[in-house]
């Protein structure tokens, strides 16, 4: 996928077992390459194929932990979280998209767009003297939910969003991807029962983003970044 003009993520990288071993995972990876060649690219990895990445020119940057569990968190009222609907109001979409903007190497608007819309999804802005200081989203997916993005000002903020996104799920099986440099990102799931289930390497091709890990709680998606 590209994103803006100088940034890239390659995910959804897999083959059907029958027909590995042919070549044809190459010939994907190739044309991938190609589409993204010029930009700095950006990919999580499963841990055991590091060295293969690293051959085409991917440097470890962090790990990603995938921590799953059971949504515990009771639902509380708090008037700072104001639920969005994405496309309305206008202001506030804007905010979110302008707000995301630190936390990812390109513009992605029409991404965000596409992403946080209501469809299935519910996504929460954190607003606090009419500043907006964190927002986060919930989606389902093949085994209960997950939650992605979450990025937050402080760990406050992040542990208010996080338990409102999940009030909903109570007893479902949830999943949150914490960047491990991020210990409060790491102690937050902890806290909500949630252990590490699968990690990935975050490895980039040219130069490594320098991206505010303290204030992200949970990356967008590991497949498109």
Known sequence: MRYGQSFGFIGFYICRPEFR???????????????????TIGLDGVVAQQANYAKSGFVLAHRNIRFGGLATASETSDPRLVEVGF?????????????????FPATRERFMRAWLSPAGRRTLAFIENNQL?????????????RVGPLFADTPAIAE???????????????????????????????????????ETARMYSGDTPALPLDRMYGITTLELG
């Open 87 to 103: 496309t309305r109001p206008v202001g506030l979409a804007g905010a979110i998209i302008g707000y995301d903007r630190d936390f």
């Open 21 to 39: 071993g042919k070549g044809h995972g190459m010939e994907v990876w190739n044309a991938g390459m190609e589409r993204l060649s010029g930009r």
């Open 160 to 198: 208010r969003i996080f338990g409102a996104l999940t009030s909903r799920l109570r007893g479902m099986p949830i999943f949150l991807d914490v960047p491990e440099p991020n210990s409060e990102a790491v102690t937050l799931a902890k806290r909500h029962g949630l252990e590490p289930v699968f």
């Open 133 to 145: 200081l964190g927002y986060g989203c919930v989606r389902p997916c093949q085994t209960g939910a």
